[in-house]
């Protein structure tokens, strides 16, 4: 069995004799060679060229006996390609092209169909991906839930409190329904359009979805996400991860994800008792640990492994991305680790 095969078996539930491995941001500012091709192009650059985004998506492949490969982009790429770009901002975090308030704002914005043309780019970088890989291990493209990414385009950049987008949830929701209807028709065309490009797994971040009240997670999140699984190939896999939505699980379970990725605050195995036997999960050893010893990413991951052993559907990855303070003996360690285990 290879890491593809792997990785759609664990997708598909099936009993494994370890779990495939992948990382969260595992293509990234960790990595010396990534730092290096970082310092002759910018980051918006790296993303919209087939390329350097092929090359950067297979930079940790190439230290790493990693199942998987994640697709080397940004969930904000459907905002700019609604009209609403983004940039970094040099004291830290995203900065957006202005921001959505009003009705005439949504309506201001492109049309889903949009996306085909405008993120060619990304089509054509999971194809050049694709044929790299060929057929040995899986291909996973992304992206952001329509509720994350209106958080970003409502506050007009990185926020700390989501005031606005809280805010126009409660108090004109029609305002907020009409921008997530846009949202949720442009990732339907995206994600359809890196299933045709090759993906073999598609994995929505919903990484602001634990800030809104627990009661409002299905108006707010949950609701679009099941338009979105429902409008994607059936039994296609759809990995949910949803930061801090730990009492959401049942719910998210019912989403039509195939795999809930869980954040490093939940009980792995208790989380794989409580969820259906048909659905997987993913996760979640805390990424800190890759900062610290090998020795001691060596105990924790054993022992998080350990703790699910014999469970079917079980994915093995951060509890979120990997920070660029990680160590190379640590991730080298984790993969060491995970590859030479045995239910």
Same mark, same amino acid.
């Given at each position: 069995?290879?890491?593809?095969?792997?990785?759609?078996?664990?997708?598909?539930?099936?009993?494994?004799?370890?779990? #495939?491995?992948?990382?969260?941001?595992?293509? +990234?500012?960790?990595?010396?060679?990534?730092?290096?091709?970082? *310092?002759?192009?910018?980051?918006?650059?790296?993303?919209?060229? #087939?390329?350097?985004?092929?090359?950067?998506?297979?930079? #940790?492949?190439?230290?790493?006996?990693?199942?998987?490969?994640?697709?080397?982009?940004?969930?904000?790429?459907?905002?700019?390609?609604?009209?609403?770009?983004?940039?970094?901002?040099?004291?830290?975090?995203?900065?957006?092209?202005? @921001?959505?308030?009003?009705?005439?704002?949504?309506?201001?914005?492109?049309?889903?169909?949009?996306?085909?043309?405008?993120?060619?780019?990304?089509?054509?970088?999971?194809?050049?991906?694709?044929?790299?890989?060929?057929?040995?291990?899986?291909?996973?493209?992304?992206? +952001?839930?329509?509720?994350?990414?209106?958080?970003?385009?409502?506050?007009?950049?990185?926020?700390?409190?989501?005031?606005?987008?809280?805010?126009? =949830?409660? $108090?004109?929701?029609?305002?907020?329904?009409?921008?997530?209807?846009?949202?949720?028709? *442009?990732?339907?065309?995206? =994600? @359809?359009?890196?299933?045709?490009?090759?993906?073999?797994?598609?994995?929505?971040?919903?990484?602001? +979805?634990?800030?809104?009240?627990?009661?409002?997670?299905?108006?707010?999140?949950?609701?679009?996400?099941?338009?979105?699984?429902?409008?994607?190939?059936?039994?296609? #896999?759809?990995?949910?991860?949803?930061?801090? $939505?730990?009492?959401?699980?049942?719910?998210? !379970?019912?989403?039509?994800?195939?795999?809930?990725?869980?954040?490093?605050?939940?009980?792995?195995?208790?989380?794989?008792?409580?969820?259906?036997?048909?659905? +997987?999960?993913?996760?979640?050893?805390?990424?800190?640990?890759?900062?610290?010893?090998?020795?001691?990413?060596?105990?924790?991951?054993?022992?998080?492994?350990?703790?699910?052993?014999?469970?079917?559907?079980?994915?093995?990855?951060?509890?979120?991305?990997?920070?660029?303070? !990680?160590?190379?003996?640590?991730?080298?360690?984790?993969?060491?680790?995970?590859?030479?285990?045995?239910?």
């Amino acid at each position: 069995m290879n890491s593809r095969e792997r990785f759609l078996a664990a997708c598909a539930g099936r009993p494994l004799d370890r779990p #495939p491995l992948w990382v969260m941001r595992q293509a +990234g500012r960790y990595l010396p060679e990534y730092r290096e091709l970082k *310092a002759r192009s910018s980051f918006l650059h790296l993303v919209r060229t #087939p390329e350097l985004a092929t090359e950067v998506t297979l930079q #940790p492949l190439r230290r790493f006996a990693l199942d998987a490969a994640i697709l080397f982009s940004d969930i904000l790429v459907i905002p700019e390609a609604l009209g609403q770009g983004y940039q970094f901002r040099d004291t830290g975090g995203i900065a957006m092209e202005g @921001r959505i308030a009003t009705r005439a704002d949504v309506e201001k914005l492109a049309p889903a169909a949009a996306v085909t043309e405008r993120l060619e780019y990304v089509a054509a970088a999971l194809r050049l991906i694709r044929g790299e890989l060929a057929g040995k291990r899986a291909l996973l493209g992304f992206g +952001g839930s329509p509720w994350t990414l209106a958080t970003y385009m409502v506050e007009g950049g990185s926020s700390e409190d989501f005031e606005r987008v809280k805010l126009l =949830f409660y $108090t004109d929701r029609g305002t907020f329904d009409a921008l997530l209807e846009r949202l949720t028709e *442009a990732l339907i065309t995206y =994600f @359809r359009m890196q299933i045709a490009a090759g993906a073999d797994a598609i994995q929505i971040f919903d990484s602001w +979805g634990g800030i809104i009240a627990g009661q409002d997670y299905e108006a707010a999140s949950l609701r679009w996400i099941r338009r979105i699984t429902a409008a994607l190939p059936p039994d296609f #896999p759809v990995i949910l991860y949803a930061k801090g $939505t730990t009492p959401q699980l049942a719910a998210q !379970a019912d989403a039509g994800v195939r795999v809930i990725s869980v954040d490093w605050t939940a009980e792995l195995a208790a989380v794989r008792r409580a969820l259906p036997p048909a659905i +997987g999960v993913q996760g979640n050893l805390d990424p800190v640990l890759m900062t610290t010893t090998p020795d001691l990413v060596h105990r924790e991951t054993a022992r998080l492994l350990e703790a699910m052993r014999g469970s079917a559907g079980h994915i093995f990855n951060l509890g979120h991305g990997i920070t660029p303070q !990680a160590r190379i003996e640590c991730m080298e360690t984790l993969v060491a680790t995970v590859t030479g285990w045995k239910n």
